[in-house]
């Protein structure tokens, strides 16, 4: 009799242990499925957003690279002046300068109808300042992207994933219709951005540890190189040209935290300016990129 109550027992101890065993192979085999699907599910994501920037990049790719002269008229209608006048010597002045025209940049697009549908009840200057704070809350991952597929996945679809389509489109959209003053409107916005005071009518500047964040991440990333490799090649140099403006300051100011080396970064750069046709400020590029050769002695 007790050997049949001990096998009974052990009959049901091997019944609990199979099915604690399934219950496990179950729950891993569906937390596996889990993985599997988010992973897919972004990089769907990443193809749809793929699709529409190859989109947009055909619509806008012409338009930047018109002929590189602005009418006065055109330059007064977008920045509040009719000419691009000699930048002061002064760096205060100059930031100051930049920041008013920047600011009428933004009063112009307010009433522009191709944005009506993304502003609604807001502004672009509301826009701005969201997106500045969504950006620097989420900054792109620099270091480990080659060894971990999620972080590369996340990289390549920083932008989408942190503004949102809509922001993308509008990005999309103001750089296709404001292609002709398109470069000194850049150059007003990063001189605001580097300056140090606060400008009036304009959000907070991004700190400067965010600026170089972004740098990194054009310059060192996979996620940020395939970004610029999708853009036409007018902004791809403007957006390599500023990067290593930045990551130059972030060397003055002991910021370069990922000790990026700015120097096999400097002949390529300076290659691309001078083969590219359409660039308003050639010559300034050509001149800032020559200057950081000689600062950092590259042969």
Sequence with gaps: MRRLVAIVVALIGLAVISYVGVMRVQQWHADQMSVAVERERREHEYQVQLLHEKLEEKQ????LLQEDTVSEQRLAEALG????????????????DAARRFSSFLTYLDGRDYLQPY???TSTRVLLE????????????????KQDLEILLRNLAHFYRVLGKEPVRMIAAILR?????????LADAMTW???????????PAPDKAVLYDYAAYFLETLGGKSYLARRNSKIRILAVFYSLQIL?????????TH???????????????????????KKSYIETLEGLKNKYQTP
């Design 60 to 63: 806008d790719e012409v338009a």
């Design 81 to 96: 002046e009719s000419v691009a006048l000699p930048p002061a010597d002064d760096p205060e002045t100059r930031h100051r």
């Design 119 to 121: 502003l609604e009840e």
């Design 130 to 145: 969201d997106a500045i704070d969504r950006l620097a809350e989420n900054p792109p991952f620099i270091a480990n992207e």
């Design 177 to 185: 219709e404001e292609a002709d003053v398109f470069e000194p409107v």
């Design 193 to 203: 951005v580097n300056g140090d005071a606060p400008a009036d009518d304009l959000p």
């Design 248 to 256: 130059d300051m972030a060397n003055d100011q002991g910021l370069n």
């Design 259 to 281: 000790g990026i080396d700015i120097r096999p970064h400097l002949d390529i750069a300076l290659n691309d300016v001078r083969s590219q046709q359409g660039l308003a400020f």
